[in-house]
């Protein structure tokens, strides 16, 4: 079955860098487009970053641009989301995301805790 597994979250100073990875099996990864999305406590959850299946068209959040790279492993099945200059308004879970059969996939998530 789908699969998504998220790591690499944990708690940074701001200003720091953390890069999140997602493992993905159970479906042709190299044939679908994958998104990062984050959720704040009591809020939806929002689209933060979006790479095609190939890997060659990127899309960002304003409020990410220029401080987070979503990037891909085609070979590893493996969707990246390297983030740079996190402040606490960063703090959340961060989910990958695709969609399959007709169905939004998710993983279970990884907490970025943002704080001094």
């Known amino acids: 079955q789908v699969q998504l597994v998220e790591s690499g979250g944990g708690l940074v100073q701001p200003g720091g860098s953390l890069r999140l990875s997602c493992a993905a099996s159970?479906?042709?990864?190299?044939?679908?487009?994958m998104n990062w999305y984050r959720q704040f406590t009591g809020k939806e959850r929002e689209l933060v970053a979006y790479?095609?299946?190939?890997?060659?068209?990127?899309n960002y959040a304003d409020s990410v641009k220029g401080r987070f790279t979503i990037s891909r492993d085609n070979a590893k099945n493996t969707v990246y989301l390297q983030m740079n200059s996190l402040g606490p308004e960063d703090t959340g879970v961060y989910y990958c995301?695709?969609?399959?059969?007709?169905?939004?996939?998710w993983g279970q998530g990884t907490q970025v805790t943002v704080s001094s």
């Open positions: 159970g479906f042709p990864f190299r044939a679908y487009d």
């Open positions: 790479i095609s299946s190939a890997g060659t068209t990127t």
């Open positions: 995301n695709t969609l399959v059969s007709a169905l939004n996939r």
